[in-house]
């Protein structure tokens, strides 16, 4: 029996290692982890994208002016907020860097990582209006 219960314990341990080593292998970022690919678009797409980078713009304006209305910014961090995001989205689309994980001027994208946005660099401590 103790060889048994020995081999089992040696077992795991091999288990244990050979789990760690395979989680540390190159390019593997764990489970669930994203995997960027490098993708090159055609004009025609770049343009499509561009279009809907601008739609999204307007949907966040029109968010930024409901924040304004509920009083947890003013209209002047709004404003800025807003001349911020266009002039990323701007040279995103001028220097042809629309798609896939454009990240708004900020890379692949931050998130919220489920701390919410006073994470976010843009956020100056106001707390977004909750609905009730």
């Not at 390019?27 to 994203?34: F, I, L, S, V, Y």
């Not at 911020?84 to 989205?89: A, C, D, P, R």
Request: hydrophobic residues 40%; charged residues 15%.
């Amino acid at each position: 029996m103790k060889k048994f219960a020995l081999f089992a314990v040696v077992g795991l341990l091999v288990l244990a290692v050979a789990a760690g080593v395979v989680m540390a292998a190159p390019g593997n970022m764990g489970p669930g982890a994203k995997q960027w690919q490098s993708v090159t678009f055609t004009d025609a797409q770049k343009d499509e994208l561009a279009k809907l980078h601008y739609q999204m713009l307007d949907l966040r304006k029109q968010m930024m002016q409901k924040y304004v209305e509920a009083g947890a910014i003013s209209q002047e961090q709004a404003d800025s907020r807003i001349a911020t995001m266009k002039t990323h989205l701007d040279t995103a689309v001028k220097d042809g860097k629309v798609g896939m994980g454009m990240g708004m001027g900020h890379g692949p994208g931050r998130g919220m990582h489920g701390a919410g946005p006073q994470n976010c660099p843009n956020f100056q401590g106001q707390q977004a209006p909750v609905n009730q």
